[in-house]
């Protein structure tokens, strides 16, 4: 390749060089007469720049989120370039209003798109995984594990599992929609959750329970534990904490009638 007289290596990189130089003063030449006061100079460099912003809004393009939104979000961060940029540091516009743009959209996936917003720190490592799962499945030609996309993130596999359980809170979905997308019944979500009332008295009782152990020693409440929550049969019990099977039922019984007495349940003769 032969040199120019400039050194600029060939005449199309030179005749870009001038391009950028040119827009970079004209930019200047807008911006200060903006700030004078000439809102139509102001206007006129919006308006140039307003290509660029909305080819950024389509770098962030999500399927749920309206292009409409994310355009209207990168403009706002275009303003915001033009208010701050300061020309006599000698940044391209360019080069100062993409990440300003950038991390106004950004900000807008982070604090308005979350149906239930989980930690900052979660939202912000959710945005990264989907770029990360991108480039490995592209790079290893199947779906990365997760502790393929930790190590590429220099995460814990911990937080990236969390992060991902996280992202099931960014959409809302209708309790009247399909329970199963493959269910040729259409069965509602609702016909399948938990019901609130059984679960309502089940705390409740747990409460109760609670209550009605304060009256047992240590030792018995750890019995009656290992007995209703472990499930473990007397003499297994009597293995653990060192006594007769005999004992161990002595202890459950008085325990149990106790309770049903202070719960004012008549004894069923247990």
Same mark, same amino acid.
């Given at each position: 390749?032969?040199?120019?007289?400039?050194?600029?290596?060939?005449?199309?990189?030179?005749?870009?060089?001038?391009?950028?130089?040119?827009?970079?003063?004209?930019?200047?030449?807008?911006?200060?007469?903006?700030?004078?006061?000439?809102?139509?100079?102001?206007?006129?460099?919006?308006?140039?720049?307003?290509?660029?912003?909305?080819?950024?809004?389509?770098?962030?393009?999500?399927?749920?989120?309206?292009?409409?939104?994310?355009?209207?979000?990168?403009?706002?961060?275009?303003?915001?370039?033009?208010?701050?940029?300061?020309?006599?540091?000698?940044?391209?516009?360019?080069?100062?209003?993409?990440?300003?743009?950038?991390?106004?959209?950004?900000?807008?996936?982070?604090?308005?798109?979350?149906?239930?917003?989980?930690?900052?720190?979660?939202?912000?490592?959710?945005?990264?995984? &989907?770029?990360? %799962? *991108?480039? @490995?499945?592209?790079?290893?030609?199947?779906?990365?594990?997760?502790? +393929?996309? #930790?190590? /590429?993130?220099?995460?814990?596999?911990?937080?990236?599992?969390?992060?991902?359980?996280?992202?099931?809170?960014?959409?809302?979905?209708?309790?009247?929609?399909?329970?199963?997308?493959?269910?040729?019944?259409?069965?509602?979500?609702?016909?399948?959750?938990?019901?609130?009332?059984?679960?309502?008295?089940?705390?409740?009782?747990?409460?109760?329970?609670?209550?009605?152990?304060?009256?047992?020693? &240590?030792?018995? %409440? *750890?019995? @009656?534990?290992?007995?209703?929550?472990?499930?473990?049969?007397?003499? +297994?019990? #009597?293995? /653990?904490?060192?006594?007769?099977?005999?004992?161990?039922?002595?202890?459950?019984?008085?325990?149990?009638?106790?309770?049903?007495?202070?719960?004012?349940?008549?004894?069923?003769?247990?």
């Amino acid at each position: 390749m032969r040199a120019t007289a400039d050194g600029s290596g060939s005449p199309t990189s030179g005749a870009l060089r001038e391009g950028a130089e040119r827009s970079h003063r004209e930019n200047q030449l807008l911006l200060r007469r903006a700030r004078r006061g000439d809102h139509r100079a102001r206007q006129r460099l919006v308006e140039k720049y307003l290509p660029l912003a909305d080819n950024v809004a389509r770098r962030y393009r999500r399927s749920s989120e309206p292009l409409d939104d994310l355009v209207q979000v990168a403009r706002l961060g275009l303003v915001k370039a033009i208010a701050r940029w300061d020309p006599d540091r000698g940044t391209l516009f360019t080069t100062y209003a993409v990440p300003t743009m950038t991390g106004e959209l950004r900000r807008y996936f982070r604090d308005s798109t979350w149906a239930v917003r989980p930690p900052r720190a979660l939202q912000e490592l959710c945005l990264k995984i &989907g770029p990360a %799962r *991108e480039a @490995l499945a592209q790079e290893l030609g199947r779906e990365p594990t997760a502790q +393929e996309v #930790a190590s /590429r993130l220099g995460r814990d596999v911990e937080q990236v599992l969390e992060a991902m359980a996280a992202a099931n809170a960014y959409w809302a979905l209708s309790l009247d929609g399909p329970a199963r997308s493959d269910d040729p019944e259409r069965i509602p979500r609702r016909d399948v959750l938990v019901d609130p009332g059984r679960e309502l008295g089940r705390c409740e009782d747990a409460v109760a329970l609670e209550q009605l152990s304060g009256m047992l020693s &240590g030792s018995e %409440r *750890e019995i @009656l534990r290992l007995r209703v929550r472990d499930d473990l049969l007397q003499r +297994e019990i #009597a293995a /653990r904490v060192g006594c007769s099977q005999m004992h161990v039922s002595r202890v459950l019984r008085d325990a149990v009638r106790r309770m049903r007495t202070g719960a004012g349940v008549r004894d069923a003769g247990l």
